[in-house]
């Protein structure tokens, strides 16, 4: 299994642009979650999703961040517009029948000037 | 909300010691799990703990459900250099999401040679 993938690995974009960072989780997981970690915060969760339906968003920061999961294999954290302080890791992570056991991708580590 | 304290916060030890970690919990957790960041990459699953009192091996790695459930700890024998990293515990409590984990804020893990 290829594991979680996630893409790109590193982004850096100025104050104001849009980022996109993508995900596909591992095959056959049902559990899809973001977090965002810093040095400060740590793992942050973001937002999870149980069978490509949004459960619980109550982690996004503002109204600049959305996410969408078409499909049970892509998933889509946007950015919109950028500041400074989203520079952080956002790591995705799946889960299976036991979603409490969540398998983590590589990270999108995102520099915002 | 749910708390995890972790401590160490940083270890440095000497390669071929055993080394030792806990994480407590402000409130009851089903379930326990253990990970390990490399830097650059995504944490990693190492054990994953599901019952109060389970004691759970993983190679030099053993990882213990606390009786009370508020807490856990992870041992590490005879370590290596290759077992450099930031290791996190992660719980899932009573309350909230079936699906949400809280995580620690890591323990800094330093072999010397």
């Known amino acids: 299994d290829a594991g979680v993938i996630q893409s790109p690995r590193h982004e850096v974009t100025e104050m104001g642009q849009e980022v996109t960072l993508r995900c596909k989780p591992i095959s056959g997981h049902n559990s899809l979650f973001w977090y965002r970690q810093t040095m400060m915060r740590g793992l942050e969760l973001l937002i999870y999703?149980?069978?490509?339906?949004?459960?619980?968003d109550s982690g996004m920061p503002e109204d600049r961040f959305s996410a969408k999961m078409p499909n049970a294999s892509f998933s889509t954290l946007k950015i919109q517009p950028s500041e400074p302080r989203d520079s952080a890791v956002y790591f995705c992570?799946?889960?299976?029948?036991?979603?409490?056991?969540?398998?983590f991708g590589p990270g999108t580590r995102l520099t915002v000037l | 909300g749910q708390q995890l304290n972790q401590s160490p916060q940083s270890m440095f030890i000497q390669e071929g010691e055993d080394v030792s970690m806990n994480c407590t919990s402000s409130?009851?957790?089903?379930?326990w799990l253990w990970y390990k960041q490399d830097p650059g990459e995504g944490p990693v699953l190492l054990i994953a703990l599901y019952k109060a009192g389970e004691l759970t091996s993983n190679g030099r790695l053993t990882a213990q459900f606390g009786i009370t459930r508020k807490d856990s700890f992870l041992n590490i024998s005879a370590s290596i250099p290759s077992d450099v990293g930031i290791y996190f515990c992660?719980?899932?409590?009573?309350?909230?999401?079936?699906?949400?984990?809280?995580f620690g804020s890591g323990t800094q893990l330093t072999v010397l040679p």
């Open positions: 992660a719980g899932r409590g009573l309350s909230g999401s079936a699906r949400q984990l809280t």
């Open positions: 999703f149980n069978n490509n339906v949004p459960i619980d």
């Open positions: 409130s009851i957790f089903n379930t």
């Open positions: 992570a799946s889960g299976g029948y036991r979603a409490d056991t969540q398998y």
